[in-house]
């Protein structure tokens, strides 16, 4: 299939921050047949993220706040550059994901990251505005959301951006719309959902940070909805992202109106070979339902 101009061999994209950006990590996630593998996330600086425990399963989903944990970008773009080339002799595009706190780093990481010749970069807008006095994220916003893209879009050239949107917006389609305006070649939606999940015997919060994101089961019909009222708004394609564990649950993605899908806590859920289980039980589900192209499904359940 194809996504801004990029071969995948199936629509499946390693979700960022699951899997690190170490290239052994990638290369193996690469190998268990995912189409396309984003690192994680990386930033203007190091950062050690937070102490443990930084992630539990409640029984519905995952809450992780692992804080961002990344070498900073001029320690990364050389790793990131070598990892590409090894993807590509499997024929597995890289991407990239950056985030930082102002308009300024953003543009700053995307450039120094540019370096690393990504098949895409993922803008992870998601985190706080530090200049705002709220610290609102700026994917809250649709005006921080294009401002931020259109600063990345300016410093990175020809590859194409992807924007990572936030589902704890009250109207998606609104910052989809800005964000595009403002240059975004793609949409991934979405990153997780904000929760907490408390240990009443110790009667304090399960992870240090307190609170975390939600992810894999109890995120997917959040995601669906959001990816449902972003296709309805614009015309980019959309990795849609959260809770898919199952062939079933990415063919649901596009028949919102998602184009590839990204898989993450599945790791969790179905081990190594996740992409390869997800893949094969895509293709059986359309045999068995008569579709023999991902653009026959892709917005159907939006009709
Ligand atoms: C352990 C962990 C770390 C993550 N780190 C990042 C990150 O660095 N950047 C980012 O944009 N999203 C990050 N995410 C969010 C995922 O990319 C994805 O959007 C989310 O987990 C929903 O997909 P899933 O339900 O398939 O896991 C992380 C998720 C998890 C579980």
Redesign the pocket.
């Known amino acids: 299939m194809e996504l801004c101009g990029l071969t995948l061999k199936n629509p499946l994209v390693l979700?960022?921050?699951?899997m690190g950006t170490s290239a052994t990590l990638l290369r193996r996630v690469a190998l268990g047949g995912a189409g396309a593998v984003t690192a994680?996330?990386c930033g203007p600086v190091a950062r050690a993220g937070h102490p443990n425990p930084v992630?539990v399963d409640w029984g519905h989903g995952?809450l992780?706040a692992?804080g961002?944990t990344n070498p900073g970008a001029e320690e990364e773009v050389d790793l990131l550059a070598a990892t590409r080339e090894e993807l590509a002799q499997m024929g597995v595009p890289l991407f990239a994901?950056i985030f930082a706190g102002t308009e300024e780093e953003f543009a700053q990481v995307a450039g120094v990251i540019a370096g690393a010749k990504p098949a895409l970069i993922?803008v992870?807008i998601?985190c706080p505005n530090v200049r705002d006095d709220f610290g609102t994220p700026f994917a809250a916003i649709p005006e921080t959301a294009a401002a931020v893209t259109q600063a990345v879009k300016r410093a990175v050239g020809e590859i194409p951006i992807a924007v990572?949107l936030a589902p704890n917006v009250p109207d998606i389609g609104r910052i989809a719309a800005a964000v595009v305006a403002a240059g975004a070649d793609a949409i991934t939606a979405?990153?997780?959902m904000p929760g907490m999940v408390i240990d009443p015997e110790a009667a304090q919060p399960v992870l240090s940070n307190k609170t975390g994101?939600i992810?894999?089961p109890a995120?997917k019909p959040i995601a669906l909805r959001c990816v449902a009222e972003i296709a309805k708004t614009v015309d980019v394609p959309i990795i849609g992202?959260?809770?898919?564990l199952t062939g079933r649950d990415a063919i649901e993605m596009v028949m919102a109106g998602a184009i590839a899908v990204?898989?993450?806590?599945?790791f969790w859920y179905r081990g190594e070979n996740a992409f390869e289980l997800i893949a094969e039980e895509m293709k059986a589900f359309m045999m068995d339902n008569g579709y023999a192209t991902l653009s026959e499904i892709k917005g159907k359940a939006l009709r």
């Open positions: 979700a960022s921050g699951v994680k996330s992630m995952l992780n692992i961002l994901s993922e992870n998601s990572k979405v990153n997780t994101g992810s894999g995120l992202t959260g809770g898919v990204g898989v993450g806590s599945a």
